[in-house]
């Protein structure tokens, strides 16, 4: 018995395996008998046998429509890949089905998600079905190799013999029949006789999925080294919201004014921010606790899952490649954009100008400040960058142009919240106007800069409301770097320095 890791006595499997074996039996079995009886009727040609013979198929066809679900018609999750188009990804996870001694599905898809997994697609209820490997380009992009090959051996040892031989077989008949519910839930099947069998299989199996779970984290820790696989785990845990949250306020900020940056390089730098390794540490030491509210999902806390792998050795080296897993992938741009054009369609990025992140500032965010300011800019006037704090003393102005251009009521902390913004914005402007370059990585900070000054507009106003940055040592930066006087209320054009 392995230490740390829980015993699963056969006879739970067996029972598991017959709930669902035998209410499909005894469908089939019935299903025989009314056929047989129904053509014994129908073979006696006098009306009332018919009758019963048409009685006898009209209930073989309410058992099929219950019991057995649509055919799956299998739906590629994304881009087809092959050895010859990715020679070193695919030497990479063959030495990892190799060292569990498994082999691989018979296709590699590659995703514009933050996931991996290996799992049977098509049929019905698995029948006629075929193995699939999918991976996530995003979580290459926040992986190393090392991390990579164990978090891919994780999802080959679900389907690895163990203890309970039958428990794999288990397993995948339940990420089948979860599948088999969401697409029941689609077709609005939901008081369905199907609906009851595939939710009773699923929680009569749970404790056997998270058995598997904590055993294909052993046998990834195993090949791997328990190091790597803990870091690969808890830049999983962090890296999946952060790929959310850049998603959603970087990368689709640029794209909904027409523009397409790097996608994975953009991620990449993303994740590399103070800011937001800060977030990532904190969300990893929140799931530490956590268990998954999903009643799908078999994974335990991260802190159990560790404590779980703790007490193993590695039967190998510790790992210690640390190329980033990205680099796993040929004409990595080409890539991106196939992706793209699979998830949004070709029309969508064809209208999506590339762009390099170092000219989102001037092309992106500088044309919506400018239309901003252009509608409450007036509440500026007058104001220039060393008088930012007498203006925060008195937004009065401000906030009746803030109030006026909003649909709903405004609390005072959204009327604070707007006037440090429309400020940031105004500095901002200004700058650009004089020639400072705007940086704008994703995740950091905007910066604006013009030789050896650097000053973060929305970060100045911020720390002069919260009373951080004095307006004494505020003054002190404008005279240092020649901003005193510049007028915010309008945007000016004139690119000399004052």
């Known amino acids: 018995m392995t230490p740390g890791f829980p015993t699963l006595q056969a006879p739970r499997t067996f029972k598991v395996l017959l709930f669902l074996f035998g209410i499909y039996g005894l469908a089939l079995v019935l299903i025989f008998f009314l056929l047989f009886t129904g053509i014994i009727n129908l073979a006696k040609g006098d009306p009332f046998n018919i009758i019963i013979a048409i009685g006898c198929l009209f209930s073989v066809a309410i058992i099929l429509y219950s019991l057995f679900p649509p055919f799956d018609k299998f739906q590629p999750p994304g881009i087809k890949m092959t050895s010859k188009e990715a020679p070193r990804l695919f030497n990479e996870i063959h030495q990892t089905a190799a060292l569990l001694g498994q082999t691989l599905p018979e296709n590699l898809y590659l995703l514009l998600d933050f996931d991996t997994y290996i799992i049977r697609r098509g049929g019905i209820l698995g029948i006629g079905s075929h193995r699939i490997a999918a991976i996530g380009v995003p979580l290459l992009a926040a992986l190393n190799v090392a991390q990579f090959r164990a978090i891919f051996a994780h999802e080959l040892a679900h389907y690895k013999k163990t203890q309970a031989p039958l428990s794999p077989l288990v397993y995948t008949l339940r990420l089948i029949c979860i599948h088999t519910l969401s697409r029941i839930d689609v077709h609005d099947w939901k008081k369905s006789p199907l609906r009851y069998v595939l ?185 220039t960058p060393e008088t930012i704090p007498d203006l925060l003393n008195n937004p009065d102005p401000l906030w ?25 914005m105004a500095l901002a402007t200004a700058l650009a106007d004089r020639g400072w370059q705007i940086i704008t990585p994703p995740g950091d900070l905007i910066t604006l800069q013009l030789g050896d000054d650097v000053i973060q507009p929305f970060a100045v106003v911020s720390r002069l409301a919260a009373g951080v940055l004095s307006p004494f040592e505020w003054q002190r930066i404008c005279r240092e770097t020649g901003i005193t006087g510049i007028p915010l209320g309008t945007t000016g054009t004139n690119s000399t320095r004052v």
């Open 199 to 383: 939710k009773t299989f699923v929680k009569m199996s749970q404790p056997i999925a998270e058995y598997q779970e904590l055993v294909a984290d052993q046998a990834a820790a195993g090949i791997s080294g328990v190091q790597v696989f803990s870091k690969a785990m808890g830049i999983i845990y962090g890296a999946m919201t952060a790929f959310q949250a850049y998603m959603q306020q970087e990368f689709f900020t640029v794209i909904e004014a027409g523009y397409r940056p790097p996608l994975f390089d953009g991620f990449a730098q993303y994740l590399r921010t103070p800011a937001v390794s800060t977030v990532m540490e904190h969300l990893v030491s929140r799931s530490m606790l956590e268990k998954s509210r999903d009643p799908f999902d078999a994974h335990a806390s991260l802190m159990d899952r560790l404590n779980a792998i703790a007490p193993f050795t590695s039967q190998h080296q510790e790992d210690d490649r640390s190329t980033p897993a990205i680099d796993l992938l040929d004409h990595l741009p080409d890539l991106e954009r196939k992706l793209l054009e699979f998830q949004y369609g070709k029309k969508a990025l064809q209208t999506w100008k590339p762009i390099p992140w170092e000219g989102v500032g001037r092309s992106v965010y500088l044309p919506v400040w400018k239309s901003t300011l252009r509608k409450i800019g007036e509440g500026l006037q007058g104001v």
């Open 400 to 424: 009746v142009l803030l109030k006026g251009g909003s649909s709903a009521p405004m609390s005072k902390e959204e009327l604070r919240g707007g006037v440090i913004n429309i400020t940031g």
